[in-house]
């Protein structure tokens, strides 16, 4: 029984997260639907002025894991409907 609870619980928390290979594909001038049918809906999205920033929660790979840091926040941003910048949202971004 507890298996049974436990599997649908398990890929429904996974599910709205990104892994850490799934960002390797997101290049510079690529549209928003491009990033989108990459990595799915963002999380949040914040809008200025002819550009947005989305972001998205990856997961750590098993080594990088720590019982307190399990994933990381993942930023792409736009300008003029086209990837400018893209990395992690706690270091400058790449791109």
Known sequence: ??????????????????????V????????????????????????????QCSYYTVLKDFWSRTPWTMSNRYVVCYDE????SFGRADTPTSG
């Open 24 to 51: 390797d594909q997101v290049r510079a001038g690529m549209s928003p639907d491009q990033v989108q049918a990459i990595l799915g809906d963002p999380e949040t999205v914040a809008h200025a002025p002819g550009s």
């Open 81 to 84: 409907g086209r990837v400018k």
């Open 1 to 22: 029984m507890t298996r049974i609870v436990l599997v649908p619980l398990m890929a429904s928390l996974l599910a709205g997260c990104v892994t850490a290979s799934t």
